[in-house]
């Protein structure tokens, strides 16, 4: 004889393995997503911020971008209260106007 928490046991194996896989019922790009994330990259869009190193003329700032140009924002100086938003375009390293220099590097779309 099924008792009451029996049941509800039943039920809820039942509905788990109903519910189809995320991964299953994803496409196109939130699939391709998904899967990055699956394989270890958190961050597929390179959208986080990036922490500027020496930023010389001769050793830029590498800013990844899948397009040919990004807009860029540098937090100039530690206690600033505003970000200097610049256009980087491939093949031409800028300087913002904190003395630091930024280059685009190309890398392939998700
Ligand atoms: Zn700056």
């Known amino acids: 004889m099924l008792s009451t928490r029996t049941l509800a046991r039943a039920s809820a194996r039942a509905y788990?393995?109903?519910?189809?896989?995320?991964?299953?019922?994803a496409t196109g790009k939130e699939k391709r997503e998904l899967l990055a994330h699956m394989a270890g990259n958190?961050?597929?869009?390179?959208?986080?911020?990036?922490?500027?190193?020496?930023?010389?003329?001769?050793?830029?700032?590498?800013?990844?971008s899948a397009f040919n140009k990004r807009l860029v924002g540098c937090v100039c100086h530690p206690h600033a209260s505003h970000v200097e938003y610049m256009w980087l375009h491939?093949?031409?390293p800028k300087r913002c106007g904190c003395g630091h220099w930024f280059q685009l590097c190309r890398v392939p779309a998700l």
Not at 16 to 25: A, F, R
Not at 44 to 57: A, E, L, Q, V
């Open 90 to 92: 491939e093949g031409q």
């Open 42 to 64: 958190c961050d597929p869009f390179h959208i986080m911020s990036i922490k500027r190193g020496p930023g010389k003329k001769d050793c830029p700032n590498i800013i990844p």
């Open 16 to 25: 788990t393995t109903w519910m189809p896989d995320p991964l299953e019922h």
